[in-house]
Nanobody, 120 residues
């Protein structure tokens, strides 16, 4: 079982920056897909950014050019640098880690969620 501990959320004014961190209890090299999702009240959870195979990344359309995902393998930590924040970025941000096991089953682990609030 993978435990994910998030940190770094908070309140920021529009145009500001925040960095989220997600520390994994397991080596992130063993995790097939790892990244960030967010959920605003009344909305479905949506992809923000993720690592897929190797160093490949995917970003949600609304954050491209503003957010950057990165990782430190030695610390088993993934980061989300969020710049030029907008009020519509306000949401609970979740770290996610998907592992595909040897029997081809897959399971996604979730962090506890970090509130990000952007004031106008």
């Amino acid at each position: 079982q993978v435990q994910l501990v998030e940190s770094g959320g908070g309140l920021v004014q529009a145009g500001g920056s925040l960095r989220l961190s997600c520390a994994s209890s397991e080596s992130i090299r063993s995790i097939n897909v790892m990244g960030w999702y967010r959920q605003a009240p009344g909305n479905q959870r949506e992809l923000v950014a993720e690592y897929t195979s190797g160093d490949s990344t995917n970003y949600g359309d609304s954050v491209k050019g503003r957010f950057t995902i990165s990782r430190d393998n030695a610390k088993n930590t993934v980061y989300l640098q969020m710049n030029s924040l907008k009020p519509e970025d306000t949401a609970v941000y979740y770290c996610a880690a998907k592992i595909i096991y040897s029997d081809y089953t897959a399971y996604t682990y979730w962090g506890q969620g970090s509130q990000v609030t952007v004031s106008s």
